[in-house]
């Protein structure tokens, strides 16, 4: 018999003056699994995670762990009694109390068994030493493992964690967020993580859940979610994009690249096709001309560089296009940055673009 998820969420709604928040919101997590609830600021993730908490009450929808329902019409379960560990990025550390005082804060049974889970949870997140220390002593990182620690404590069959990382410094980041997902995997429970950063939850989830406007518009595994975005927001939200319009004639849509397939297209239908800086090619110009087309990349189009900045691992160059003046951007690797003016070609991957309906202000909700 396949056992039941670890948190079940069925139509989850929430609305404050009339205005929904969260709109009919579902999903679902197994033991062990770290899903990210994705999304821009406002979108209604950080309301979805209060009340699987039990801190907020829905107005209409089910929730269950374990097949257990702790919140549904007729049956609400206290948030202390839902076996839910919680993580914030304030960290809320005692700070009266010493580290293992903190990691030990409700934990129950004998003496002996609460100081070996202090212990082993310390260690765990590389604290060992740290137990006779207070919050105010520690960094930044040490103090947000701690609250994964005093989280973890009571061995919790979920944790929540809103913007658990948000509040550290940018160069100690990778590394928290690699040991709290290799503490969290270890521990097995399920994880449900609210961040707006999509790196992040791209290096921490099995499954995103991308959220705008109260809804879920996506949900799956971080290459698919990446790699085939619902709409154009989608794709916007996880990197810069480059758009190109065109109008879908017989299925193709004639662009200075080369005609695109947009089959299901209406013939007339305004098209938006999208590809990301760090899938256009560049090549040189020949007195004039440009490499020549393939099945893979199309036909070339000339720009001339607007401008070039080198940003570390990469160098973004802006082109403005010969064909009407737009502006596309391309990443390359390394050091590359001619000067201003320069004319050169640009190819696009056919099989990293993707085609959509042209709609207005998607990529801002």
Known sequence: MTPAPRLEVQSLTRSFGGKPVVDGVSLTIAAGQVTCLLGPSGCGKSTTLRMIAGVELPDTGRI????????????????????????????????????????????????????????????????????????????????????????????????????????????????????????????????????????????????????????????????????KPADKAAAAFFSDINVIKGISRGALTPTPFGDFLTPGHADGAEVEIIIRPQHLKIDFDRAGRGPNPTPQDGTPARGRVRRARFLGRESLIEFEMDYDGSTLTAAVPGVFLPKAETPLWLMIRRDRCFVFPARRGLTDQ
């Open 64 to 227: 269950l762990i374990d097949g257990a329902e702790v919140c549904g019409p007729s049956h609400i379960t206290p948030p202390e009694a839902r076996g839910i560990g919680m993580m914030f990025q304030d960290f809320a550390l005692f700070p009266h109390l010493t580290v293992a005082q903190n990691v030990g804060f409700g934990l129950k049974g004998d003496r002996v068994s609460r100081a070996a889970r202090v212990g082993e949870l310390l260690e765990r997140v590389n604290l060992t030493g740290y137990g006779d220390k207070h919050p105010h002593q520690l960094s930044g990182g040490e103090q947000q493992r701690v609250a994964l620690a005093r989280a973890l404590a009571p061995r919790p069959r979920l944790m929540l964690m809103d913007e658990p990382f948000s509040g550290l410094d940018n160069r100690l980041r990778d590394g928290i967020r690699d040991t709290t997902l290799a503490v969290l995997k270890e521990e097995g429970a399920a994880v449900l993580l609210v961040t707006h950063e999509p790196d992040e939850a791209l290096r921490m989830a099995d499954e995103i859940a991308l959220m705008r406007g109260g809804r879920i518009v996506q949900s799956g595994s971080p290459y698919h979610v990446y790699m």
